[in-house]
């Protein structure tokens, strides 16, 4: 029987990764069964030192490749990606524990980036606009900011990664890498491929660095002045800590934090939609998505009905091992994700609360050392700190409302602001949820769960989700600097706003 250090071993080869670890002062583990699988060589201090001097270095010539021809190499990442897709989403539903279509899904995502932003070395387009002064020509031009440090979560070790990097790169900007230290196999992989790629299109290894470890060699990334740009995606606390770090040498930040995301489901909703929506945007990946549904806010006209189905489709969801391909939720990350959900669920019944179905723990093949859980559902009488707050688990507080206005209030009246969504059939509700007095997320559907974004728009969120956007539109403009020029080709030297000088 072919063994998850096997499984992980063989993957690793398939993607170019190296095997061979001569320190192996860092564990890679499993959420599946708790085991520990390859111990891999953390990044020292002196060596994030180096990979951040090595690529400030690359990039004085990177940025000077013409932008199609950056584009290339993220276009043979893309090709690699799909030859290899398989073998990635193997790392990632090792390391984070998802089902194999989710983990397929999150190498998916890394192709449609990498499409997307091989069109987009084609399209850094800057304006030209009208002077007032004859025989004068006024534009924009955007240029590279230079190196951009990527910090990453677990709960999407590659996918997140990519949005930035396939970006950054075309943008002519170089990348260091801090991966989550709970998914560092997935890391191995997804940068062994790159670095093929890089190889295929004969340009410089150095413009994309990868460093591994725990909280500190990302703060090397946050605190070093040649890192013009830090994207980190994480909680809200982590965020508090590296904007003030960044803005205080004046780098730039990006920053995807905590998200208490909630669907409102009005009178005139389908319900058999709204079902599905919730039930996969609720309890997928185990409740440890950003985007996750973690509030229901229900018409009171309708609350019986769709709570009722809701814990009948609770009762058949199917708890697991997700390399079994009948699993539909599989382990949290550890044990500390665990004890937050029972404390949470613990507060939440103390603020008057009653736990629907679910919370309670869930024992693979007699194993303790991994932590599944059932997703749970828990009825709120009203607004409360527990429902305010993010627990990255699967608990869906379900409110109820009179009018619309009321759970427009109640939708908003959470510190965070990343994803949202309305079920109803009512379009004047629709539009309203998609005014600016409506939905204060940055993300807000129609008549769909609040997860599963798609790589075309810009992703992010407002308040305490950080305010940053990745991926898709315009969010290529993040990874570099505006530059304003006036270009005077008549044969006098007139003064702006008509001054008089000399």
Same mark, same amino acid.
């Given at each position: 029987?072919?063994?998850?250090?096997?499984?992980?071993?063989?993957?690793?080869?398939?993607?170019?990764?190296?095997?061979?670890?001569?320190?192996?002062?860092?564990?890679?583990?499993?959420?599946?069964?708790?085991?520990?699988?390859?111990?891999?060589?953390?990044?020292?201090?002196?060596?994030?030192?180096?990979?951040?001097?090595?690529?400030?270095?690359?990039?004085?010539?990177?940025?000077?490749?013409?932008?199609?021809?950056?584009?290339?190499?993220?276009?043979?990442?893309?090709?690699?990606?799909?030859?290899?897709?398989?073998?990635?989403?193997?790392?990632?539903?090792?390391?984070?524990?998802?089902?194999?279509?989710?983990?397929?899904?999150?190498?998916?995502?890394?192709?449609?980036?990498?499409?997307?932003?091989?069109?987009?070395?084609?399209?850094?387009?800057?304006?030209?606009?009208?002077?007032?002064?004859?025989?004068?020509?006024?534009?924009?031009?955007?240029?590279?900011?230079?190196?951009?440090?990527?910090?990453?979560?677990?709960?999407?070790?590659?996918?997140?990664?990519?949005?930035?990097?396939?970006?950054?790169?075309?943008?002519?900007?170089?990348?260091?890498?801090?991966?989550?230290?709970?998914?560092?196999?997935?890391?191995?992989?997804?940068?062994?491929?790159?670095?093929?790629?890089?190889?295929?299109?004969?340009?410089?290894?150095?413009?994309?660095?990868?460093?591994?470890?725990?909280?500190?060699?990302?703060?090397?990334?946050?605190?070093?002045?040649?890192?013009?740009?830090?994207?980190?995606?994480?909680?809200?606390?982590?965020?508090?800590?590296?904007?003030?770090?960044?803005?205080?040498?004046?780098?730039?930040?990006?920053?995807?934090?905590?998200?208490?995301?909630?669907?409102?489901?009005?009178?005139?909703?389908?319900?058999?939609?709204?079902?599905?929506?919730?039930?996969?945007?609720?309890?997928?990946?185990?409740?440890?998505?950003?985007?996750?549904?973690?509030?229901?806010?229900?018409?009171?006209?309708?609350?019986?009905?769709?709570?009722?189905?809701?814990?009948?489709?609770?009762?058949?969801?199917?708890?697991?091992?997700?390399?079994?391909?009948?699993?539909?939720?599989?382990?949290?990350?550890?044990?500390?994700?665990?004890?937050?959900?029972?404390?949470?669920?613990?507060?939440?019944?103390?603020?008057?609360?009653?736990?629907?179905?679910?919370?309670?723990?869930?024992?693979?093949?007699?194993?303790?050392?991994?932590?599944?859980?059932?997703?749970?559902?828990?009825?709120?009488?009203?607004?409360?700190?527990?429902?305010?707050?993010?627990?990255?688990?699967?608990?869906?507080?379900?409110?109820?409302?009179?009018?619309?206005?009321?759970?427009?209030?109640?939708?908003?009246?959470?510190?965070?602001?990343?994803?949202?969504?309305?079920?109803?059939?009512?379009?004047?509700?629709?539009?309203?949820?998609?005014?600016?007095? /409506? &939905? @204060?997320?940055?993300? %807000?559907?129609?008549?769909?769960? #609040?997860?599963?974004?798609?790589? $075309? !728009?810009?992703?992010?969120?407002?308040?305490?989700?950080?305010?940053?956007?990745?991926? /898709? &539109? @315009?969010?290529?403009? %993040?990874?570099?600097?505006?530059? #304003?020029?006036?270009?005077?080709? $008549? !044969?006098?030297?007139?003064?702006?706003?008509?001054?008089?000088?000399?």
């Amino acid at each position: 029987m072919t063994t998850l250090h096997d499984m992980a071993t063989a993957a690793l080869a398939a993607c170019g990764a190296t095997t061979e670890f001569t320190r192996g002062d860092l564990l890679s583990r499993t959420p599946l069964t708790g085991e520990n699988l390859l111990a891999v060589d953390a990044s020292t201090q002196e060596e994030t030192e180096a990979a951040i001097a090595h690529a400030a270095k690359a990039f004085r010539r990177w940025r000077e490749v013409p932008a199609p021809a950056r584009g290339a190499v993220v276009k043979r990442w893309g090709e690699l990606l799909r030859e290899h897709k398989r073998d990635l989403a193997t790392l990632v539903q090792i390391e984070a524990g998802k089902s194999m279509s989710e983990a397929e899904g999150e190498v998916q995502e890394m192709i449609d980036i990498c499409d997307f932003a091989v069109g987009q070395s084609r399209m850094l387009y800057g304006k030209t606009m009208p002077s007032e002064r004859p025989g004068h020509r006024l534009m924009e031009t955007w240029h590279p900011v230079g190196v951009v440090g990527v910090i990453s979560a677990f709960n999407f070790p590659v996918a997140v990664y990519s949005w930035n990097t396939a970006i950054a790169l075309v943008c002519g900007n170089t990348v260091v890498w801090k991966p989550s230290e709970m998914c560092v196999l997935s890391a191995l992989g997804a940068h062994g491929l790159l670095r093929r790629a890089v190889l295929d299109c004969d340009q410089d290894p150095e413009i994309h660095q990868l460093v591994l470890g725990a909280a500190e060699r990302g703060e090397q990334l946050v605190d070093d002045p040649r890192v013009a740009l830090v994207s980190a995606t994480g909680s809200t606390r982590m965020g508090r800590e590296v904007a003030p770090r960044v803005a205080a040498r004046f780098g730039r930040y990006l920053l995807e934090l905590g998200g208490n995301n909630a669907g409102i489901v009005t009178p005139s909703a389908r319900l058999d939609l709204a079902l599905r929506g919730i039930v996969f945007a609720a309890a997928g990946t185990a409740g440890q998505r950003c985007t996750t549904m973690r509030r229901l806010i229900v018409h009171e006209s309708v609350a019986e009905e769709l709570i009722g189905t809701i814990v009948e489709a609770y009762r058949s969801l199917t708890i697991g091992d997700p390399r079994d391909e009948s699993v539909l939720v599989g382990p949290l990350i550890n044990e500390a994700a665990m004890t937050a959900m029972q404390d949470a669920l613990r507060q939440a019944e103390a603020e008057g609360g009653e736990i629907l179905i679910g919370g309670e723990r869930v024992l693979v093949d007699a194993n303790e050392q991994s932590f599944y859980v059932e997703p749970a559902v828990v009825r709120m009488p009203a607004q409360s700190e527990v429902v305010r707050t993010e627990t990255f688990a699967p608990i869906l507080y379900v409110l109820t409302y009179t009018d619309f206005e009321e759970a427009l209030e109640m939708h908003n009246a959470v510190p965070q602001g990343l994803s949202s969504a309305i079920f109803t059939q009512d379009q004047a509700e629709a539009e309203l949820f998609l005014s600016a007095g /409506g &939905s @204060d997320c940055g993300i %807000a559907n129609v008549n769909i769960g #609040t997860s599963g974004a798609e790589i $075309g !728009g810009a992703f992010g969120g407002e308040k305490d989700t950080g305010g940053g956007r990745e991926s /898709g &539109s @315009d969010a290529w403009k %993040a990874y570099m600097r505006r530059a #304003t020029n006036t270009v005077n080709y $008549g !044969g006098e030297l007139p003064l702006a706003q008509g001054v008089k000088f000399l």
